[in-house]
């Protein structure tokens, strides 16, 4: 999925209007690894996780090690 | 508590005995106690396992006031929580649906698993940052309401202080213990919902009796007559009725549900019908069984959840809704009883009435237990003062 900010902030509030959380998961996932801030990055990731748990996509293994890695997560 | 109840006047022999006063059916006070005393001290029908057939299905729903949770998880163990998030009391399933993977608030995202641990708890040390010394995941995972299967039915015990779920129903589980085997829900066509205007206890007394069947039921007075009836009466747990003159349902090609297996003789043509305290009733016979689930909803208002069962996976769909109509059609022949019964509580002269020796021993027994455990909560809270 190659966007720009725009495209993807507009995704991502169209998959919360659609309260889509597998592709939640996607899009933050995605948004947190383009942003350069590590803060930024990690609450991206977290929300990227949240969805993931939710809608059990398989994201949820790799958010959490690099979540748990940066001592975000248990 | 300011209402008193002359309990010895319930708690004597039948001959002499008189029901339950009018405040016990009309009362919000004593509409409220009783929900300690009779419902959440006790194992209390909440909805039957087959309603939540696969792992992950959830359904929401309130009982007595108090939002539960039921669901599968995901390793096929039903269970009840607290519809509640241990953040900040949300309500965290409003809908019946499929939880694929954990169970999220919707307000900041704690996450659950569908056994209850908590396992996420978003930027709750800051942004980005979902650990926090103070925050110990392991006692805050969901209160979960102990609960218990039998006959497909979901039994809870709101207050955790009941004996085992055996201990309790010891005495019905043994006087049915040739139906312990696998009951296979009918399905959509065999299921359905009544809303009375009557007290929930009204619904259990009319329901154990076989007194009322000459008039409210004449359509069985061809082949059931009254005196084909027998009362059951276990003081502390249960009563009912039984027949002996059980007919069973024939489809257009004469077919029939198949029976549960190595039954006794007896069960040819017998089938009883147990009010097992506090609010279901149940019914069984040779070829299907039923269980109607009581949920009270204010002192002058029941939703009654009725669900069919069948020895076999495999039954007669036409025959299957032939029975639920049969049985419904007898259900609401009901109805007009209890709400009148309902209606007439609020005659401020009637003492709780008298009861037949012969006919009324169920509706006595019933009466006992529960003056009984009104009185011991009664005495429990006196003490607490």
């Known amino acids: 999925m190659q966007l720009n900010d725009q495209d993807l902030e507009d995704q991502i509030l169209m998959a919360h209007d659609a309260s889509n959380t597998w592709l939640l998961a996607e899009l933050y996932a995605h948004a947190a690894e383009r942003v350069l801030d590590h803060e930024q990055a990690c609450f991206l990731a977290t929300q990227a996780y949240v969805c993931a748990l939710q809608s059990n996509h398989p994201l949820k293994s790799k958010l959490h090690t690099f979540l748990k890695r940066h001592g975000r997560e248990e | ?385």
């Open chain 2, 1 to 385: 508590m300011s209402y008193t109840t002359d309990f010895d006047a319930i708690r004597i022999s039948i001959s002499q005995a008189k029901g339950l006063p009018n405040a016990h059916y009309i009362d919000p006070a004593v509409y409220d106690e009783e929900r300690h005393a009779l419902l959440f001290n006790q194992w209390a029908g909440l909805a039957v396992a087959s309603e939540v057939p696969e792992p992950g299905d959830a359904i929401p729903s309130t009982f007595l006031g108090v939002p539960l949770l039921l669901l599968r998880d995901k390793y096929d163990q039903v269970r009840v929580f607290q519809n509640t998030c241990r953040h900040r009391g949300m309500i965290l399933v409003e809908y019946a649906c499929k939880i694929a993977g954990a169970i999220r608030c919707p307000y900041h995202s704690w996450c659950y698993r569908t056994d209850g641990r908590l396992v996420s708890t978003p930027h709750v040390g800051g942004p980005g940052q979902s650990t926090h010394k103070d925050i110990n995941r392991s006692e805050l995972g969901l209160i979960e309401i102990r609960s218990h299967i039998w006959r497909d039915v979901v039994w809870i015990n709101m207050n955790g202080n009941a004996p085992t779920f055996e201990d309790a129903m010891q005495d019905a589980i043994t006087r049915w213990s040739e139906f312990e085997q696998p009951l296979y829900h009918g399905g959509a066509d065999s299921t359905f919902k009544l809303d009375v205007n009557c007290n929930w206890k009204l619904a259990v007394e009319n329901y154990c009796e076989s007194y009322h069947l000459p008039w409210i039921h004449p359509g069985l007075n061809s082949y059931s007559r009254l005196e084909d009836h027998y009362n059951i009466e276990n003081y502390g747990s249960y009563s009912g009725q039984g027949t002996l003159v059980y007919r069973q349902l024939s489809g257009e090609s004469n077919e029939k549900f198949p029976d549960f297996e190595n039954l006794s003789e007896k069960w040819n043509e017998s089938a009883e019908y147990l009010s097992i305290y506090p609010n279901v009733l149940l019914g069984t016979h040779r070829d299907h069984a039923f269980a109607i689930i009581l949920i009270p909803d204010g002192p002058e208002k029941t939703v009654e959840n009725i669900h069919f069962f069948y020895p076999s996976e495999d039954t007669n769909e036409a025959l299957r809704k032939k029975n639920t109509d049969q049985w419904k059609e007898i259900f609401k022949e009901d109805i007009f009883v209890v709400e009148g019964m309902q209606r007439g509580r609020h005659g401020i002269a009637f003492d709780g009435g008298k009861f037949s020796p012969a006919m009324d021993g169920p509706t006595h027994c019933f009466h006992d237990w529960a003056a009984s455990q009104i009185e011991t909560h009664r005495g429990l809270e006196h003490a607490a003062e």
